[in-house]
């Protein structure tokens, strides 16, 4: 049997395993395939060809919807979330609870604290019920404080949440980490808007937009220092007649918007492509 040299079991797990990697891979920078094409940073400085929509600086996201507009959602609880059509029009802009749900249902109708607002202009709206069964159960929890044994107060709790779920065709879901999906309920029965999960958001009217086309393959330009050496790599992609080229991890995406193409990465923002 090999012995594995005494160096290498002394050596710290980071360390061992970044000698394993780089031994099963190709581990050295190689130069700038396409030197002529510009960085993207540099290629959307020009007017002539790039028009800035909008930013995401203090976004925590930024979701294109099925009838081409934009929402806005806030990366801070002290900002308001907007939504803005194309040419940068304030539809809505309202300040919400982030520990209440906030969804955008299938129709394009907007809940969040505990109202409806309804589409098209969201000037129509009036409360709504919504139930989120976690907060249910650790208020009733809250309730019952410490005065029963703790056998007896899962048991209560057990009951509490049968019926709770009961009027809205649920069950109580077992072994969630396992079944996480099944589990998950974020959705409108019986006029009445139901959450069980974790996050408090969700859009039913987003429309996706696709990765822009790489023209060549990435190249591994240098390796970032840390306490696990990692690999940056420079991509090379073509929008139409323009081609650029970025770190791998600005994943530029191309929307169509009103019929004409927009240019999106959560590190530039969105740019009309003229």
Request: charged fraction near 30%.
């Amino acid at each position: 049997m090999r012995k594995v040299p005494i160096v290498l079991l002394l050596l710290p797990l980071s360390l061992l395993f970044s000698i394993v990697f780089l031994a099963g891979c190709n581990p050295f920078p190689k130069k700038d395939t396409h030197p002529e094409v510009p960085l993207l940073a540099d290629l959307l400085k020009d007017s002539a060809k790039f028009k800035q929509i909008a930013g995401t600086d203090h976004l925590s996201e930024l979701a294109f919807l099925k009838d081409d507009r934009i929402l806005l959602k806030p990366g801070n609880s002290d900002l308001p979330f907007k939504i803005i059509d194309i040419s940068g029009k304030l539809l809505i802009e309202q300040y919400f609870d982030w520990k209440l749900p906030f969804y955008l249902d299938q129709l394009g109708n907007l809940y969040f604290n505990q109202e409806k607002y309804e589409y098209p202009d969201y000037k129509k709206h009036g409360p709504f019920k919504t139930v989120v069964f976690k907060d249910s159960i650790d208020k009733r929890s809250e309730v019952l404080g410490s005065r029963f044994a703790d056998s007896v107060k899962f048991k209560m709790l057990d009951d509490y949440e049968v019926k709770l779920l009961q009027p809205y065709g649920l069950k109580p879901c077992e072994y969630q980490i396992v079944n996480r999906e099944r589990c998950d309920v974020f959705e409108i029965r019986n006029n009445v808007l139901l959450v069980r999960q974790e996050e408090r958001y969700k859009n039913d009217f987003v429309k996706l937009p696709v990765e822009a086309r790489r023209f060549d393959e990435d190249v591994l330009i240098r390796w970032k220092n840390g306490r696990m050496a990692s690999p940056v790599y420079l991509a090379y992609y073509q929008v139409g007649q323009y081609k650029f080229k970025c770190d791998d991890m600005t994943l530029p995406k191309v929307i169509q918007l009103k019929g004409q193409n927009y240019l999106f990465s959560y590190a530039t923002g969105i740019y009309l492509i003229k």
